[in-house]
């Protein structure tokens, strides 16, 4: 049984949708960042103040490398992990990869309400969070675009809605078919 793979920006509902998906299905679940925080002890943004970007997404590698292996499970990928082609090559070979996409008001939106935004995961460019958000999210489009098998707008729906969408556009898609 291969992977389901969430990617997409911060605050996207990678995570929160993953859980909820993988108790429907009866998989188990695994997030990259909980992954990186479960074996380093360190938040994303302890481990880029302490170490770099370059050494958090070393790290971040593993966690991917370590979970694409892992058979029949949901996994909710960092926002930043489709920047290495590695990481976007072994979801793609071992999983059905589901981009969730929202506008960016509303993602500025969700990170705001979201104590663990602001508290464990770092700016990326120091820039204005809107303008910070619509760079990076223009940058990286092509990146999950060319990683997935689905695309699910997430703006304005609830996770049951987005659940309920994924479910359905997996239940007729049989990869290599």
């Not at 292996?69 to 090559?89: F, Q, T």
């Not at 489009?141 to 987005?162: E, H, Q, S, W």
Request: hydrophobic letters at 45%; aromatic letters at 6%; glycine letters at 10%.
């Amino acid at each position: 049984m291969s992977n389901i793979v969430l990617t997409g920006y911060r605050c996207t509902g990678k995570t929160s949708v993953g859980r909820r998906l993988a108790v429907l299905l009866s998989r188990p679940f695994y997030d990259t960042d909980e992954w990186i925080r479960e074996r380093t002890g360190a938040s994303v943004r302890r481990i880029v103040v302490e170490r770099g970007w370059v050494h958090f997404r070393a790290v971040e590698k593993t966690a991917v490398t370590e979970l694409a292996a892992v058979r029949g499970a949901v996994i909710a990928l960092g926002g930043g992990a489709v920047l290495d082609p590695d990481n976007r090559a072994a979801v793609k070979m071992q999983g059905t990869v589901i981009w969730l996409t929202a506008d960016v008001q509303t993602i500025v939106a969700r990170m705001e309400r979201d104590g663990a935004s602001v508290s464990d995961r770092p700016p990326l460019l120091g820039e204005d969070r809107l303008d910070e958000t619509a760079r990076v999210l223009s940058e990286r489009a092509p990146l999950y675009r060319a990683a997935a098998d689905f695309t699910v707008d997430t703006t304005g729906k609830t996770v049951d809605d987005i659940v309920a969408e994924i479910a359905g556009l997996l239940s007729g898609f049989h990869p290599g078919a």
